[in-house]
């Protein structure tokens, strides 16, 4: 959008990218308000980019609790079936 549309140079494209879609907005690059079209862009393009990073982040939270369970489980195995106590301090 922004290279077609606005002129701007790739670089400043993908920063209004990663501004927009990650609901940052600082202002400084914008949707051109001049033609319906694309205040239409504008709006499915900021709702689906918002989906989009609620679903990655939903991905890798999925991800991370996984591993996480995994790691546990092979702690609990490693201690033979006992609940090792990992908030034990050890005395010195």
Same mark, same amino acid.
């Given at each position: 959008y922004g290279k077609y549309r606005a002129g701007w140079s790739f670089i400043d494209s993908v920063y209004f990218l990663v501004v927009t879609i990650?609901?940052?907005?600082?202002?400084? %690059?914008? %949707?051109?308000?001049?033609h319906e079209a694309d205040k239409i862009f504008g709006a499915l393009y900021v709702f689906f980019g918002v989906v989009f990073i609620g679903i990655a982040a939903g991905? &890798? &939270?999925q991800t991370l609790e996984a591993k996480a369970e995994d790691r546990m489980n092979r702690l609990?195995?490693?201690h033979h079936g006992t609940d090792p106590d990992f908030g034990h301090q050890p005395a010195f």
């Open positions: 990650t609901t940052v907005g600082y202002g400084d %690059f914008a %949707f051109s308000m001049d991905i &890798i &939270i609990k195995e490693h």
